[in-house]
């Protein structure tokens, strides 16, 4: 039987992704209230939530950079639509779960989009030759 999940998501850059947040968030919340059991919930929701949507908005991603002729207007949509949605869907997560600094608890997750922004040009760049 054939997996045909590689079409839609991205293991590498899921699990990588999970790590990083994961770690990220596990230190910030450690370092401010100094309780890990607490700290490790939140890191692991947040690796879990970052493997899968990263996984997926990233697959996302490859395909605008590939399949849209413009380069600049291709870069320009897989990066600003993956993360647009990742940004709103964070910040909407915590506004409505009652986060004391929502936007604060947003900002980490603006570091996906400089990652965005290289994966689609290396994509692009490998998909014209």
Known sequence: MKNN?????DYKIGIAGA???GITVFCINYFITYV??????ASIKQASYTFFLGGFF???????????K???LAI???VCIPSSITILLTYGMH????????LAST???????????IWSIKKRKSFIK
């Open 70 to 72: 413009k380069f600049s």
């Open 58 to 68: 990233m697959k996302g991603a490859e395909y605008i950079a590939v399949h849209i």
């Open 19 to 21: 790590v990083v947040m």
């Open 76 to 78: 320009f949509l897989a």
């Open 36 to 41: 890990a059991f607490d700290s490790l919930t």
């Open 95 to 102: 506004l409505f779960k009652g986060t004391p600094a929502p």
């Open 107 to 117: 900002i980490p997750t603006l570091a996906i989009v400089p990652a965005t922004l």
């Open 5 to 9: 999940l590689n079409h839609y998501f």
